[in-house]
């Protein structure tokens, strides 16, 4: 089967590098543009290197960034990853489904539109189909987003226990890396041997899109779930990967075995369609008492090209009818371009390209 078209959009910033790394040697798309501001044109993507954990090969090191052309990507590309800063991610965005064009996107606009998608495959994935109600969609265009970095990380554990037992309340304290500040991060000064408390509109996004996840769709509108959630933000001096302190309270009683038991047996509609990017096990149980650690695990997840696609979950808990845990995921992975990369795998599975 010939492989789909795609553009990166925001190529020369940290996610959207990172949607290169995962779309070289992809099985289903091919890059066919990458796109930044008009201060980075024809620079080598080499001259623009942000991710250090990978090692891109010599041709992509060699593409040139053009200008972002709303006519030009909808011309040389099906589907555009949009790994663009917020202040002009909305409406570009949308100027491009309007042209036809598949927009997955990472930035923050359009999450909580009332007919977009706010995806994570083995959470929502009959939320996919809402696309058929937006307005571009006639012309082949549309726009699905993936959730923020630090909700991405507890849906998935989050998904498996309301649907094992049912949630009804979760309190999270996360502890986030600095890669998702962008690049360059925090200014050294601020992080070095520091936390800082506060990351703006962190944890307004937090309860509000995990509602959206966790909900349903009924009579063609999104419901939210009626989970009660609380957040608190912190940054942190890592480099890449969100770990979270999650109190949760079930509907259903269950001890910590059976608790385990749901994490470790979910599996839902990537791994039954053998996405290229889901990973073969999305929640990872560990069971030593001081795991999950970025250091240690936030690369979690298999076959290869699902590598930090897993939540890794430890500590697993329970006081009263109250349940503790860590969860660790990759937020740039996970979290970021790899979340929309699945996205779209998702899409195509359901021959909505």
Not at 58 to 79: F, G, P
Not at 171 to 192: K, W
Request: glycine share 8%.
């Amino acid at each position: 089967m010939e492989k789909v078209k795609v553009a990166v959009l925001g190529a020369t910033g940290m996610i959207g590098q990172r949607f290169v790394q995962l779309l070289e040697d992809h099985p289903d798309f091919e890059i066919a543009g990458l796109y930044a501001s008009e201060r980075s044109e024809g620079k080598r993507l080499g001259d623009t290197l942000k991710v250090r954990d990978h090692q891109f090969k010599d041709e992509t090191m060699e593409m040139r960034i053009e200008q972002l052309d709303v006519a030009r990507i909808a011309k040389a590309s099906r589907i555009a990853f949009s790994g663009l800063p917020t202040d002009i991610a909305g409406d570009f965005e949308t100027q491009l489904a309007r042209a036809g064009c598949a927009v997955f996107s990472n930035a923050a606009p359009h999450r909580m539109d009332a007919d977009v998608p706010l995806l994570i495959p083995e959470c929502n994935a009959d939320h996919i189909e809402m696309v058929r109600k937006q307005p571009a969609f006639k012309d082949g265009g549309f726009i699905v987003t993936n959730a923020n970095c630090s909700t991405t990380g507890i849906a998935l554990p989050l998904k498996a226990i309301d649907q094992a037992f049912g949630l009804e309340f979760a309190c999270v304290s996360t502890y986030q890396a600095i890669s998702g500040a962008g690049y360059p991060g925090v200014p050294s000064l601020d992080i070095m041997s520091n936390v800082v408390p506060y990351i703006r509109s962190e944890e307004e996004k937090m309860e509000s899109e995990l509602a959206k996840i966790l909900g349903s769709v009924k009579e063609g509108r999104f419901v939210d779930h009626p989970v009660e959630m609380l957040a608190s933000c912190a940054r942190v001096p890592v480099i890449d990967g969100h770990l979270e302190a999650v109190t949760l309270r079930t509907a259903e009683d269950v001890d910590v075995g059976g608790m385990i038991k749901a994490l470790e047996d979910f599996a839902a509609e990537p791994q039954k369609l053998n996405l290229a990017t889901a990973p073969l096990r999305p929640i990872i149980v560990r069971r030593e008492d001081n795991r999950p650690q970025p250091a240690l695990d936030v690369n979690a997840g298999e076959p290869l090209r699902a590598r930090g696609m897993s939540a890794v979950v430890g500590r697993v808990r329970k006081k009263g009818t109250y349940f503790k845990m860590f969860v660790l995921s990759h937020n740039t992975l996970r979290g970021g371009a790899g979340g929309s990369v699945l996205n779209a795998e998702l899409a195509r599975a359901k021959e909505l390209l």
